[in-house]
């Protein structure tokens, strides 16, 4: 690891005002002290972090005895949403492996490790499986990517969430008109002015890209209409 990596770590345990993790998958420990928990004054550490609670965070320092300083409060949200993506995609990638190549799993990902991690590894080779094929044999390389390609149909569905309230005495029928805008789209009703907003599909980024159009027109017609309208 480096200096500016993002790492998920486990919280292992807290003393004083100090935060000791493991790095996730590793015995390396890292620490945070609090003003890198959080920006502002923060009066219980533990509204932010407790033991076992899985966060994600960035190398500041690494000492020469391999001890690292970490923050929590520099990470942004896309970092921290790539990081967890990642994570997921290295635990299904590790479980298809485990499922193919039995004992030889391990050995193979240690082979792996060396050249990439396995996601980027994996991912070249669905366009150029002669790598793969090298290391494990055609058969077995085969049945790898045959399953990588019945996973990548698997269908996600990506949620957001919108707020819309309104003073107008015809508000309801203004909160529909703009709820007209999002076809094709799940949205259910929550709690007093909250609704929830859902699409299922095989490319996360398009759909997303689309519901993200969807909340803008929304958000536009909303102003239109006199409506406060906010997306969490």
């Keep these: 690891m480096e200096v500016g990596d993002i790492v998920i770590c486990i919280v292992d345990r807290i003393i004083g005002t100090t935060v000791f993790v493991k790095i996730d998958g590793t015995s390396i420990e890292g620490s945070i002290v609090t003003s890198e928990i959080a920006p502002g004054r923060i009066r219980n550490l533990r509204d932010y972090v407790v033991p076992k609670k899985?966060?994600?965070?960035k190398v500041l320092r690494i000492s020469g005895l391999g001890n690292?300083?970490?923050s929590l409060r520099r990470v942004t949200q896309k970092e921290k949403?790539?990081?967890?993506?990642k994570s997921a995609a290295e635990k299904s990638y590790k479980s298809?492996?485990?499922?193919?190549?039995?004992?030889?799993?391990?050995k193979v990902l240690q082979?792996?490790?060396?050249?990439?991690?396995?996601?980027?590894?994996?991912?070249?080779?669905?366009a150029n499986p002669e790598k793969l094929e090298r290391l494990i044999g055609k058969d077995d390389a085969k049945k790898i990517?045959?399953?990588?390609?019945?996973?990548?149909?698997?269908?996600?569905?990506?949620?957001?969430?919108i707020h819309m309230t309104t003073t107008k005495p015809n508000g309801i029928t203004l909160i529909k008109k703009v709820l007209e805008i999002f076809k094709g789209v799940n949205a259910k009703y929550i709690a007093a002015g909250k609704y929830s907003l859902?699409?299922?599909?095989?490319?996360?980024?398009i759909a997303d890209k689309q519901l993200r159009e969807l909340i803008d027109n929304a958000e536009k017609e909303s102003k239109k209409s006199g409506i406060e309208f906010s997306v969490k």
């Design 54 to 57: 899985r966060i994600v965070c």
């Design 68 to 70: 690292m300083d970490l």
């Design 81 to 85: 949403k790539e990081a967890i993506e």
């Design 96 to 106: 298809i492996l485990k499922s193919i190549l039995k004992e030889n799993a391990e």
């Design 111 to 126: 082979e792996i490790l060396k050249e990439d991690d396995l996601p980027s590894f994996l991912e070249e080779a669905k």
């Design 145 to 161: 990517l045959d399953v990588l390609k019945i996973e990548k149909k698997k269908k996600t569905i990506i949620k957001k969430e």
């Design 198 to 205: 859902e699409v299922e599909s095989n490319d996360v980024k």
